[in-house]
């Protein structure tokens, strides 16, 4: 007996293959630093529990577990119970039933010993990751095909930095230097839906998983990559962006005083007594700052933007997009845009979403010359 593949599903079939889309996907797990340094922390498991180590023999098991976790000199210290182990996995029966101080996680807790205090290893899921991501990124009230494109984009990134960091303790920080987490308790219902409606879905570049970069606001022009790391793409080369103008991060202004700035360079591997005057020595074509001289009483300092902007704080100091001007003990630095300006513009994706435009056309705008959302293999 001879078959047909019924029009619509040999359609949705054709589709799939020629946007280079696979039908099914794998599941992936990330390991997401929460706390570094820490010598103790209250914990709380709903349901059965078990703490294994590296091995994954069970050191101890339990129900209902309401503790303080604490440092201890061969391990910690859970429930009273000293685990001699200097790593150890808290893994609940329910995945969905771990609280650290005063948040929420799902999947697994992963503790790990060390001079400087215990550091927290969230090992979960990555969808569910990215559920607890997106709040943090973007807002649950934007257009849902920009949340869609965050969320690709989001598990695209988190995916290169899985594989770059695999043989590290950890793939990703739950702050602005990986993407802001917040675990269970962020998790909304719009951004959630969005997650689901891409699941497995990321951007792949000459079948290889992008560098899907992303930040607030580009301020009318996104960077290219290779000006900030080694990283030679087509699709981030930058592109012009028209899109974010109304973005309350389009201009911003900063007054810092001149001892503010010599303590954040004294407190990085910089040594200033006096600062004489701050000058921008060179920008590049998108107008962001390559070099800046710091002119001291002793010897001038020629530092790198990027490096500037990270010693005063990428949130003081916004963008590399700026001016400044000296008066008296203080300086006034006026810019454009929030972020490095590397990949996808969220404010740009806010409003192209509210003219129409989908999560894939987005996608295609910020990272061009020949990508394809694909499913995680």
Same mark, same amino acid.
């Given at each position: 007996?001879?078959?047909?593949?019924?029009?619509? &599903?040999? =359609? #949705?079939? $054709?589709?799939?293959?020629?946007? @280079?889309?696979?039908?099914?996907?794998?599941?992936? *797990?990330?390991? %997401?630093?929460?706390?570094?340094?820490?010598?103790?922390?209250?914990?709380?498991?709903?349901?059965?529990?078990?703490?294994?180590?590296?091995?994954?023999?069970?050191?101890?098991?339990?129900?209902?577990?309401?503790?303080?976790?604490?440092?201890?000199?061969?391990?910690?210290?859970?429930?009273?119970?000293?685990?001699?182990?200097?790593?150890?996995?808290?893994?609940?029966?329910?995945?969905?039933?771990?609280?650290?101080?005063?948040?929420?996680?799902?999947?697994?807790?992963?503790?790990?010993?060390?001079?400087?205090?215990?550091?927290? &290893?969230? =090992? #979960?899921? $990555?969808?569910?990751?990215?559920? @607890?991501?997106?709040?943090?990124?973007?807002?649950? *009230?934007?257009? %849902?095909?920009?949340?869609?494109?965050?969320?690709?984009?989001?598990?695209?990134?988190?995916?290169?930095?899985?594989?770059?960091?695999?043989?590290?303790?950890?793939?990703?920080?739950?702050?602005?230097?990986?993407?802001?987490?917040?675990?269970?308790?962020?998790?909304?219902?719009?951004?959630?839906?969005?997650?689901?409606?891409?699941?497995?879905?990321?951007?792949?570049?000459?079948?290889?998983?992008?560098?899907?970069?992303?930040?607030?606001?580009?301020?009318?022009?996104?960077?290219?990559?290779?000006?900030?790391?080694?990283?030679?793409?087509?699709? #981030?080369?930058?592109?012009?962006?028209?899109?974010?103008?109304?973005?309350?991060?389009?201009?911003?202004?900063?007054?810092?005083?001149?001892?503010?700035?010599?303590?954040?360079?004294?407190?990085?591997?910089?040594?200033?007594?006096?600062?004489?005057?701050?000058?921008?020595?060179?920008?590049?074509?998108?107008?962001?700052?390559?070099?800046?001289?710091?002119?001291?009483?002793?010897?001038?300092?020629?530092?790198?933007?990027?490096?500037?902007?990270?010693?005063?704080?990428?949130?003081?100091?916004?963008?590399?997009?700026?001016?400044?001007?000296?008066?008296?003990?203080?300086?006034?630095?006026?810019?454009?845009?929030?972020?490095?300006?590397?990949?996808?513009?969220?404010?740009?994706?806010?409003?192209?979403?509210?003219?129409?435009?989908?999560?894939?056309?987005?996608?295609?705008?910020?990272?061009?010359?020949?990508?394809?959302?694909?499913?995680?293999?």
């Amino acid at each position: 007996m001879r078959y047909r593949i019924p029009i619509i &599903i040999g =359609f #949705l079939v $054709l589709a799939s293959l020629i946007s @280079g889309r696979t039908l099914a996907f794998k599941d992936n *797990y990330v390991r %997401i630093a929460i706390m570094k340094d820490v010598a103790a922390f209250d914990l709380s498991v709903s349901g059965a529990y078990q703490v294994v180590d590296t091995n994954n023999t069970v050191l101890a098991r339990g129900s209902n577990l309401k503790t303080k976790i604490i440092m201890a000199p061969k391990g910690f210290y859970i429930n009273s119970l000293n685990i001699e182990e200097i790593k150890a996995t808290i893994k609940p029966r329910n995945p969905d039933s771990i609280r650290i101080n005063d948040r929420r996680f799902r999947g697994d807790i992963m503790l790990i010993g060390k001079p400087s205090g215990i550091l927290v &290893i969230n =090992f #979960l899921n $990555l969808e569910d990751y990215l559920k @607890g991501v997106l709040y943090h990124e973007i807002s649950h *009230y934007w257009p %849902i095909e920009a949340i869609k494109a965050q969320a690709v984009v989001s598990r695209t990134f988190a995916l290169y930095q899985s594989a770059e960091n695999k043989n590290k303790e950890y793939d990703m920080t739950c702050d602005i230097y990986s993407q802001m987490y917040g675990g269970r308790t962020s998790e909304r219902w719009r951004t959630s839906m969005a997650v689901d409606k891409t699941r497995g879905q990321v951007i792949k570049y000459q079948g290889a998983i992008l560098p899907a970069y992303f930040h607030a606001t580009c301020g009318g022009s996104t960077e290219d990559a290779n000006v900030l790391w080694n990283i030679d793409l087509v699709p #981030l080369k930058g592109v012009i962006c028209n899109f974010c103008k109304k973005s309350p991060h389009y201009d911003w202004t900063t007054i810092l005083t001149l001892d503010a700035i010599k303590s954040a360079l004294n407190k990085s591997k910089y040594r200033v007594n006096i600062i004489r005057n701050i000058v921008i020595k060179e920008r590049n074509k998108t107008n962001r700052i390559n070099k800046i001289e710091i002119i001291t009483d002793a010897k001038n300092i020629d530092i790198s933007g990027k490096d500037f902007r990270n010693i005063i704080g990428p949130n003081v100091i916004k963008s590399l997009n700026f001016g400044l001007k000296i008066q008296d003990e203080n300086v006034e630095f006026q810019g454009i845009g929030w972020g490095h300006g590397v990949g996808m513009c969220q404010w740009g994706a806010y409003f192209m979403a509210r003219s129409g435009a989908s999560y894939e056309e987005i996608i295609q705008y910020y990272y061009p010359g020949g990508v394809q959302i694909g499913y995680v293999n």
